[in-house]
């Protein structure tokens, strides 16, 4: 039996009744596709997903990858070839590309819902198919030669990596020593060695083309430090006939090893060097110009968007999986008939404390799927937006699919996190942003901006805390490879390091796209989530309270987001006050999160109420209950979960530095 549990029925309600994916299908930039068709392909997929791609799961964790020192080499285990083989033969990856690369054009949230069916049943399978999503980046950013590469990596298959990380450098990616220097003929020969790159080799494809940030040097070469002075150049595995895609040689980027892991363990983590071996490292730079980091970021973002896709896939197969449980195993009587022993046993789903944990999976694991979807929703309007400016490159548009690289937010040596500061205004004026007049392309995607971090920082959190609890629903036997729960968990934790770590996701939503944004799209957000609370006090009295929850937790996060602002400006007198910045960031991502999801389960409220309103008769079986569900979980997350965020918020108010005084011996 599949260890997979699809939630095929809330990817639908979210897209089609809630965000209302449907009314731009069929036209514009989604012109190939309609609503009949988007559910037949969900529905298709999430078939493929519970059966050949979830099939390999335990047995490639099990039997993991097997590196060769010899040959530099890395085999897997064959029942993961079979589940990767059903994706890609399936022609499953053109749902990613747009129709003049092959794809199938279909729009972001529709392409990330797809995507949550792969990465929840066997998300290495996703994370090795990038190559034809890395070739959207190489289409769009490269030389005409290079586009031809692009097209070779869609035709062929290729796999693809985004090399960052250097064994001494980690998330701070502009200390990076791995040069590239100019050779006689325009080539660029890499010298250097880069670690934790994901797929860095495996036997599936016959090629693989990495994209590797180094440091350029040679004539006419300007060179500088941090980040500004990193180039990013094609490396491929084997030299090929640019025409026809004809393998030749072995380039000299070789596995030097594979990282023993706690999850993930089908998934290659290599050490990859370049230049050793007696065989030159051969790369073309992208495009001709030193852009390395900028180019770079067009991956990056979309692999945190993909990471917070996996967290919150991998959540909700566990929540799936231990409501399940919870409905059959019998233990114990009722908590009001404890005391006779001639009482009934019961379901453990009808104990208080299981059902608490339940609800707070099920509110997480049903939330941050909104946050991600309403996240695509604004990808959506940027491809709409954008649609008159025809090949233009966006972050969500056209980029790849994961790495365990780290994306850098300062760079010590040319970008400070304060930069900006100066200008941000006082805290009063990020308090009182609001939402523009109309939503233009550049406001969409500072939107678009701001909610990364949460979709990957929130979502790679609260899932791996909520997976516990699914853990816990099971006691003893989840913590046995019995069941899935387990592999669930070691699988997640990544999540939450891969792609910039939280505390770096917290300093770039906060440093980045709130102070440096003078608070703009943050204002977008809180002027839509300000007014869905002032029409929804008025309009249905049943959900009066949880509002009223929702309008109080948007005063606590936008009190945090004054304070730290004021804390930011004040650190350019003293340059300590950005230390309670350091602390409480995280707390201040967290909140925001919190506020999102408890609006987004609410919107989703609204919506099921409706739908239970108008006609009972005519809904589908089993819609009663889910819609019932929507509207228990969305009041019980504002009286719950929302009323924490007063608490973070006097936290937040009262600190100091004194945590940067305690000596380091007292630790």
Not at 2 to 17: A, G, K, Q, T, V
Request: aromatic letters at 8%.
């Amino acid at each position: 039996m599949s260890h997979y549990r699809p939630n095929l029925r809330d990817l639908e309600f979210n897209l089609f009744e809630v965000f209302r994916t449907g009314e731009q299908l069929g036209r514009g930039p989604f012109a190939e596709m309609d609503v009949e068709t988007a559910r037949g392909v969900l529905a298709e997929l999430a078939a493929v997903a519970q059966g050949p791609i979830a099939a390999s799961f335990a047995d490639a964790d099990r039997h993991p990858p097997v590196f060769d020192p010899v040959t530099h080499s890395v085999t897997l285990p064959e029942s993961f070839k079979a589940s990767f083989a059903a994706v890609m033969d399936g022609d499953w990856w053109r749902l990613e590309l747009p129709t003049d690369l092959g794809g199938y054009g279909v729009p972001p949230t529709l392409r990330w819902a797809a995507a949550e069916l792969i990465l929840g049943a066997n998300p290495a399978v996703f994370m090795y198919g990038a190559g034809p999503n890395f070739a959207q980046v190489v289409h769009a950013l490269g030389t005409p030669e290079q586009r031809r590469t692009a097209a070779l990596m869609i035709d062929r298959l290729w796999g693809s990596t985004m090399v960052l990380t250097e064994p001494d450098a980690g998330s701070d990616v502009g200390t990076g020593r791995t040069r590239a220097v100019l050779q006689p003929d325009g080539s660029w020969h890499l010298e250097g060695v880069k670690r934790f790159i994901t797929s860095g080799d495996q036997d599936m494809t016959e090629n693989i083309v990495h994209l590797v940030l180094a440091r350029p040097e040679g004539p006419g070469v300007e060179t500088r430090r941090g980040t500004k002075g990193l180039s990013l150049f094609l490396v491929p595995k084997h030299h090929f006939d640019p025409e026809t895609g004809a393998l030749g040689e072995r380039n000299g980027v070789f596995v030097t090893g594979v990282e023993h892991k706690m999850g993930l363990k089908v998934s290659t983590t290599c050490e990859l060097t370049f230049g050793q071996h007696g065989v030159p490292a051969v790369g073309t730079l992208l495009g001709d110009v030193h852009d390395g980091i900028a180019q770079m970021f067009h991956i990056i973002e979309y692999a945190r968007m993909m990471v917070g896709t996996k967290a919150i896939a991998t959540l909700s197969t566990g929540y799936l999986n231990a409501l399940e449980y919870a409905k059959q195993r019998v233990q114990g009587a009722d908590l009001a008939r404890a005391g006779d022993r001639d009482a009934p046993r019961v379901t453990i789903i009808h104990h208080p404390d299981v059902r608490r944990m339940l609800l707070r999976q099920k509110a997480y694991a049903e939330g941050l799927r909104a946050v991600y979807l309403y996240t695509g929703t604004w990808q959506d309007r940027i491809a709409v937006l954008g649609n008159a400016s025809a090949g233009a490159l966006t972050a969500e548009g056209a980029a790849g699919t994961g790495s365990a690289d780290a994306a850098p937010v300062t760079d010590p040596g040319t970008v400070s996190p304060l930069d900006g500061v100066e200008n941000a205004g006082s805290p009063a004026d990020v308090e009182k942003a609001g939402p523009p007049a109309g939503v233009d392309l550049a406001t969409a995607k500072r939107v678009n901006d701001l909610l990364l971090p949460v979709v990957k920082g929130v979502g790679s959190e609260r899932a791996y805390e909520n997976l516990a609890l699914s853990l816990q629903v099971f006691g003893g036997s989840g913590y046995t490879q019995d069941y899935p729960i387990e592999q669930y968990i070691r699988d997640a934790k990544i999540d939450t390091l891969y792609e910039g770590t939280t505390a770096i996701q917290a300093q770039d939503f906060f440093f980045r796209k709130i102070v440096k944004d003078g608070g703009a799209a943050l204002g977008v957000l809180a002027g839509e989530m300000t007014g869905f609370v002032a029409t929804q006090a008025a309009e249905d009295g049943r959900l009066k309270d949880a509002v009223v929850q929702l309008g109080a937790a948007l005063g606590d996060l936008q009190a945090m987001v004054t304070t730290l602002v004021g804390d930011a400006v004040a650190s350019l007198q003293d340059p300590a006050a950005v230390y309670k910045v350091g602390e409480h960031a995280v707390t201040l991502l967290l909140s925001a999160g919190d506020a999102l999801i408890g609006y987004l389960l609410l919107r989703q409220a609204v919506v099921a109420q409706r739908a239970l309103d108008a006609d009972r008769a005519a809904l589908r079986p089993g819609d009663v209950d889910f819609y019932t569900g929507k509207v228990a979980v969305a009041q019980w997350f504002a009286r719950t979960v929302l009323p924490e965020l007063a608490a973070r918020r006097a936290v937040v108010e009262a600190a100091d530095s004194n945590l940067m005084d305690i000596p380091e011996s007292a630790f």
